[in-house]
Antibody, heavy 118, light 108 residues
Framework: EVQLVESGGGVVQPGGSLRLSCAASGFAFDDYAMHWVRQAPGMGLEWVSLISGDGSTTYYADSVKGRFTISRDNSKNSLHLQMNSLRSEDTAFYFC???????????WGQGTLVTVSS | SYVLTQPPSVSVAPGQTARITCGGDNIGSKSVHWYQQKPGQAPVVVVYEDSDRPLGIPERFSGSNSGNTATLTISRVEAGDEADYYCQVWDSSSDHVVFGGGTKLTVL
């Protein structure tokens, strides 16, 4: 059974940094691209970033490009999101999701809440 | 950037058919995926690649995609289908994933 468990969320001041992690199990982690998707409270889904299975290719939403960095450690089956220069509009639940060839998300974590507030 | 447009809300009586649309420029040329999200839960895919269903999703859920509109159809709607529904595509011109704004399905 595929399991994705996010961690690292919390409260941070504007301009601060936070590193999210996603622990994966139940599948051959390095065979799959992985994504971060976020959802502000009461709002819709917003894609954040994508990393290829071998980590060589990354893409970012325009809203986070230059501030967020996605990475993965295939030896530890883990996915990360380094978030710098955080803004109030980055407040959201952050989900990691497994990409299925074809560009859709087969499995999601339960999310971790990031709150940017002074 | 590519934009997907969904109606904010759709209401339907139990046993009737709900149709949720997703509009986009020539969306028929893309693969469209649909997710169901209930309060406090992560999204779950209900239709992928326009019209395929994952294992465990009832046959009542179906999808179509042509021209500028993709449609998620839920037949014989049940109270348990009440949720937010999102369409999603991969936009190859920008290398971005794009979600629609979401549609709240209310079962009357």
């Amino acid at each position: 059974e595929v399991q994705l468990v996010e961690s690292g969320g919390g409260v941070v001041q504007p301009g601060g940094s936070l590193r999210l992690s996603c622990a994966a199990s139940g599948f051959a982690f390095d065979d799959y691209a992985m994504h971060w998707v976020r959802q502000a409270p009461g709002m819709g889904l917003e894609w954040v970033s994508l990393i290829s299975g071998d980590g060589s290719t990354t893409y970012y939403a325009d809203s986070v490009k230059g501030r967020f960095t996605i990475s993965r450690d295939n030896s530890k089956n883990s996915l990360h999101l380094q978030m710098n220069s955080l803004r109030s509009e980055d407040t959201a639940f952050y989900f990691c999701a497994q990409d299925v060839a074809g560009g859709w998300f087969d499995s999601w974590g339960q999310g971790t809440l990031v709150t940017v507030s002074s | 950037s590519y934009v997907l447009t969904q109606p904010p809300s759709v209401s339907v009586a139990p046993g009737q058919t709900a149709r949720i649309t997703c509009g986009g420029d020539n969306i028929g040329s893309k693969s469209v995926h649909w997710y169901q999200q209930k309060p406090g839960q992560a999204p779950v895919v209900v239709v992928y690649e326009d019209s395929d269903r994952p294992l465990g999703i009832p046959e009542r859920f179906s999808g179509s995609n042509s021209g500028n509109t993709a449609t998620l159809t839920i037949s014989r709607v049940e109270a348990g289908d009440e949720a937010d529904y999102y369409c999603q595509v991969w936009d190859s011109s920008s290398d971005h994933v794009v979600f629609g704004g979401g549609t709240k399905l209310t079962v009357l």
